[in-house]
């Protein structure tokens, strides 16, 4: 499943978990609006829906031309000088009507508060004819969302810097430090991540490093210069560890990762591999290219696809 389905499914959960509220809410809005607007009846009663509602952050109500009817309702005060004001240039203003009384906005950052938050919005119907749009304004780190999740499903190219890839064919590869010691440099990898507890390595072949994440210290990643790297005294450093039974790459496929990966810093003096990373956990290749491109994908898609696509 990709991004955007899974985020339409927190929408989904989203709508499930509190439109029932908003829906009850908003038909009591409508006892407010007889001929005129009951100006303060309906912004107390916003406000005290505010004070049980533990994920808003502001609550109000707008006319179907974009007109602000209430204050602005917040837990802890009623806005009034917010009455009068056009909202109707937000994005949610014309996702609502009598077929489709419900919305919920893509996550935005806050003027106010500079966090991200996102819109719920619910129509309110005075005698049968849509009236106005009643309006919550939602703290997305306080809301109730399950846990995703997700894995890298599809092959992804990122363009990199255009000037880089304009100029690709004025410039050639030089040998690096690291690609005279290749064959060492990808040895001591594999054997650090089949045995020596690391689950994601990164190489910078022409900045001659190697980054390294290890599963008993997740959080922090180490970085070693060519000497460090190009030397097994570093797997001293590393202690021995079973392969974990979770991960998504097997051993034999570290090996032959890295084998393409030598094939692609040599393969073409203009286009060629910069840095090449592996993650066993999540099973998913990084690859960076002298263009300044970049490929995300699976350890299954590079190898299977990889004399088609690389080769």
């Not at 440099?185 to 910078?204: D, M, Q």
């Not at 202690?239 to 032959?256: F, G, I, L, R, S």
């Not at 393969?267 to 910069?274: F, V």
Request: a negative charge; glycine letters at 4%.
């Amino acid at each position: 499943m990709n991004i955007s389905d899974l985020i339409s499914e927190q929408k989904t959960f989203l709508t499930d978990q509190l439109g029932e509220g908003l829906m009850q809410l908003s038909q009591a809005c409508d006892s407010c609006l007889d001929n005129e607007l009951s100006f303060d009846n309906l912004n107390e009663l916003l406000f005290s829906y505010m004070q049980n509602h533990q994920y808003a952050r502001l609550a109000y109500v707008l006319d179907t031309s974009g007109i602000q009817l209430s204050a602005n309702i917040s837990k802890a005060a009623i806005l009034p000088e917010f009455k009068g004001q056009d909202l109707s240039d937000r994005p949610f203003f014309n996702a609502v009507d009598e077929q489709h009384p419900i919305y919920i906005s893509d996550t935005y950052i806050s003027r106010t508060t500079l966090k991200p938050c996102i819109s719920m919005v619910h129509s309110i119907c005075h005698n049968g004819q849509f009236v106005a749009l009643l309006v919550f304004d939602l703290e997305l780190e306080k809301l109730p969302l399950p846990k995703q999740d997700f894995n890298l499903d599809d092959w992804r190219q990122i363009k990199g810097d255009p000037e880089i890839r304009s100029n690709l064919f004025n410039q050639t590869r030089v040998n690096s430090a690291m690609d005279k010691s290749i064959d060492t440099v990808h040895n001591i990898a594999v054997e650090l991540l089949n045995e020596l507890g690391a689950f994601h390595l990164k190489l910078h072949y022409a900045s001659s490093r190697a980054t390294i994440w290890t599963i008993d210290n997740p959080y922090n990643y180490h970085v070693h210069v060519l000497e460090e790297i190009t030397s097994p005294d570093i797997c001293l450093l590393y202690p021995k560890k079973d392969y974990p039974t979770d991960a998504k790459v097997t051993q034999e496929q570290v090996k032959e990762v890295f084998d393409k990966f030598k094939h692609m810093r040599f393969m073409d003096e203009n286009l060629y591999l910069k840095t090449g990373s592996l993650n066993i956990m999540n099973g998913t290749i990084g690859l960076s290219f002298s263009c300044d491109g970049n490929h995300y994908l699976s350890v299954e898609d590079f190898l299977e696809n990889f004399e088609d696509t690389y080769a």
